[in-house]
């Protein structure tokens, strides 16, 4: 039986996280995703009329629909303007209708690339996920994931024949699946949602949740991903052009690919794969301190070298098999933001 998880069960996990309240006609989702959302204009304008008719029979009741006005060419772009804005905004979340539509059409028009990037199951999954990032932290944390799958997918081809003759390189072709995606994506997709619990304005700069602020949550969306870039960029180049490959917790010489072995090539590779994420952030504004690029690539070089030697004790073992690469990466991940985190917390900025 195959223990990749299946989409539906991911939005089933996802959608249980929402409470839905009946107030008289209206719904309202609460706990997962804020309730000072911007309203969808989703409502269709037509109106039930409701006539009664006599028969000779009887009284018979018969609904009938009006049709909407039709609305002008101004108004149209006026609402056109106002959907653009949304889904490009940076001062709050975006609708996810909206998220989805965008997404869905990316998808479509970039489908030929993907596939040589993702398996169709993990496209589906990379949907779910690309849809919920946009809705969290909008275009800026969309391309921050874009590019780490970017990149990630770009270093895994570096010498990959010579890799596949060795038989350590990545299967099916490079391509990731839903359980490289969510091995991958899962904290950070944790550290969007709880950045859409709160949003700094200037009435309330110093607004929390859970005791962290929005930064700080920012802060570890960028450093999960750059972690798990660190750790892949050590890895692909470690296997490719590492020289003298050992293990990382007694330094005895191993066979490149073993887990928890590191090199030297690969360090460095980790060290400058993991700074990559967080400049662009900073550069595009999803980092709103420069200070942050540092900790971000700090955090995630001690995380990859931490995933290191999880790997080396722990993974492969009897009794944990169920430590897998991907359950190591998700360890990885979190441990990345954890520090960012902290080290944001404690250092005056």
């Not at 008289?24 to 997962?32: L, N």
């Not at 609904?63 to 949304?86: A, C, E, N, W, Y």
């Not at 470690?238 to 690919?257: D, N, S």
């Not at 072995?261 to 690969?266: F, L, N, P």
């Amino acid at each position: 039986m195959s223990s990749r998880p299946s989409l539906p069960l991911v939005f089933l996990l996802i959608s249980s996280i929402w409470s839905v309240t009946i107030n008289e006609s209206s719904f309202s989702a609460e706990g997962f995703i804020p309730l000072n959302l911007p309203s969808l204009n989703t409502q269709v304008n037509r109106l039930a009329i409701i006539q009664t008719r006599p028969r000779a029979d009887a009284r018979s009741t018969q609904i009938t629909l009006k049709s909407p006005r039709l609305t002008s060419p101004h108004m149209s772009i006026d609402g056109l303007s106002s959907i653009v804005q949304g889904l490009f905004t940076s001062t709050s979340t975006v609708p996810i209708v909206p998220s989805f539509v965008l997404n869905s059409v990316l998808f479509l028009t970039l489908r030929r690339k993907l596939s040589k990037m993702l398996t169709k199951e993990g496209i589906g999954h990379s949907l779910a996920l690309g849809t919920l990032l946009w809705h969290t932290l909008g275009w800026k944390g969309w391309t921050t994931c874009v590019l780490y799958l970017f990149l990630g997918s770009l270093v895994t081809k570096v010498k990959f024949e010579e890799k596949e003759k060795m038989g350590i390189a990545e299967g099916r072709g490079g391509r990731r699946g839903p359980e490289n995606v969510w091995g991958s994506a899962a904290t950070a997709l944790v550290c969007a949602a709880a950045s859409a619990q709160i949003f700094p304005t200037p009435s309330a700069p110093d607004i929390s949740f859970l005791g962290i602020s929005y930064d700080l949550y920012t802060l570890g969306y960028v450093s999960s991903l750059a972690t798990k870039l660190a750790d892949t960029f050590a890895s692909e180049i470690g296997k490719a052009y590492g020289k003298t490959t050992f293990l990382i917790t007694t330094f005895a010489r191993v066979e490149p690919g073993t887990e928890g072995a590191v090199s030297a090539e690969g360090t460095a590779a980790a060290l400058f794969g993991g700074s990559l994420i967080p400049i662009y952030a900073y550069a595009i504004g999803l980092l709103n301190n420069l200070s942050f690029v540092g900790i971000a690539t700090i955090a995630a070089f001690l995380a990859c070298n931490a995933e290191s030697v999880i790997g080396a004790v722990l993974q492969g073992k009897k009794g944990l098999e169920w430590i897998t690469n991907e359950v190591v990466n998700f360890f990885n991940t979190v441990i990345g933001a954890g520090i960012a985190i902290s080290l944001g917390k404690l250092l005056p900025f």
